[in-house]
């Protein structure tokens, strides 16, 4: 009779040092809506044009083959 009191006074007293773990509700994020447009910038500064191509006359065409796949 004493060992099964003990038994149950030794269950029991595992049981409550076993705590359910405390759950907390994280709220989903949300993706922030932007604010209203800054103003206008400065326009930047022009520049001279540069002076023009010479003409396409003699032209060499330069083909590079693919690489080939190594071999086994």
């Known amino acids: 009779m004493n060992h099964s009191i003990i038994a149950a006074a030794i269950a029991v007293l595992s049981l409550a040092a ?3 773990p405390t759950v907390v509700n994280v709220p989903a994020t949300t993706t922030p809506v932007p604010g209203p447009a800054g103003p206008q910038g400065t ?3 022009s520049g ?3 002076e ?3 003409p396409g006359s003699n ?3 330069i083909v590079t083959p693919p690489a080939s796949a190594p071999a086994n």
């Open 18 to 20: 076993c705590d359910k």
């Open 43 to 45: 326009s930047g500064m």
């Open 48 to 50: 001279s044009q540069g």
């Open 52 to 54: 023009p191509g010479k």
């Open 59 to 61: 032209t060499t065409v």
